[in-house]
């Protein structure tokens, strides 16, 4: 089965104090995360704090990044908006980009529309790219979810509508596109960490990892484990990275892996209000979970 790669690192994006992307900072943080476990990169996703960024500066990021890693993994552009049109433009301008692999397209937040109204916002996405496309259900904080049904029938009519990164929390929805979709050609990615492993038993055959910042060579081991038919050794990696997913969700999503970076050396800046430092009791459990994790 060709895929996006293992692991998917959603990564974070450097800041400077006044807000303006450091884009030499995030260039030094993907290449960290490529050289340690990563296949590929999604940038300007929810981890990298993309409702903060402007357009001009996710367009800059996305070249940057394409140029100086696309070499060593794949490049994911998260392009997604709750604006059709916006998102349509935005596709088009991006897919222009050298090296870029692919587009992550969240299902539209805030509006809330029904399954033929998510499924016109794709079309409209996938007429304006030949791009591979990875639809992002999670609908935790989109408040709506695109069904397994959906998500046939766009593949079927747009095959480039290719992947999907599944964070409902529900193994069974993952199950269900697989049984929709038995042939190898559509991949589902997990979208939460500490479900990776039931994921593939399922069909799965990655993650989109907020955690590969800090853990990426145990979960691409994990998942190659797996693919081996090693499931004692992926049983016992998943434990090992067990306490420190936990820690890098003790709040908000990107609050602690931001935290965890610096905690590295790496240059992972300031964040982007309204996210923020993590409270005392947050950094010690991720200063606890880290230095037991790294010993």
């Keep these: 089965m060709k895929t996006f790669g293992r692991v998917l690192t959603a990564m974070i994006t450097s800041f400077n104090e006044d807000g303006s992307v450091n884009i ?15 296949n590929g990169l999604v940038v300007c996703g929810t981890t990298g704090e993309n409702p903060t960024i402007s357009r001009e500066e996710k367009a800059a990021l996305f070249k940057a990044v394409a140029k100086e890693c696309s070499h060593k993994g794949t490049i994911i552009a998260n392009v997604g908006s709750n604006d059709t049109k916006a998102s349509v433009d935005f596709v088009k301008e991006v897919s222009e980009i050298p090296g870029i692999n692919g587009f992550l397209v969240v299902v539209p937040y805030y509006n809330k529309p029904n399954q033929q109204g998510q499924y016109l916002h794709f079309k409209a996405i996938a007429e304006a790219t030949t791009l591979p496309i990875m639809i992002y259900n999670v609908p935790g904080r989109v408040g709506t979810g695109i069904l397994p049904a959906t998500v ?3 593949h079927k009519e747009y095959p480039h509508i290719c992947a999907i990164k599944e964070a409902s929390g529900n193994v069974l929805i993952a199950s269900e596109i697989k049984r929709l979709m038995p042939d190898d050609d559509f991949m589902v990615y997990s979208g939460d960490d500490g479900l990776t492993l039931p994921m593939l038993a399922v069909g799965g055959c990655g993650v989109v990892s907020v955690v590969g910042h800090v853990a990426g060579k145990d979960m691409n081991a994990m998942i190659a484990a797996y693919e081996d038919g090693n499931t004692k050794e992926a049983l016992r990696l998943h434990q090992k990275i067990g306490d420190i997913i936990k820690a890098m969700f003790v709040t908000t999503n990107p609050i602690p892996i931001k935290y965890a970076v610096r905690k590295l050396g790496l240059p992972s800046g300031a964040f982007n209000l309204p996210m923020c430092e993590p409270s005392p009791e947050e950094a010690a459990c991720i200063d606890k979970a880290l230095t ?3 010993k």
């Design 24 to 38: 030499d900072n995030t260039l030094t943080i993907a290449h960290h995360l490529l050289e340690n476990g990563s």
């Design 152 to 154: 046939a029938r766009l």
């Design 292 to 294: 037991e994790y790294l």
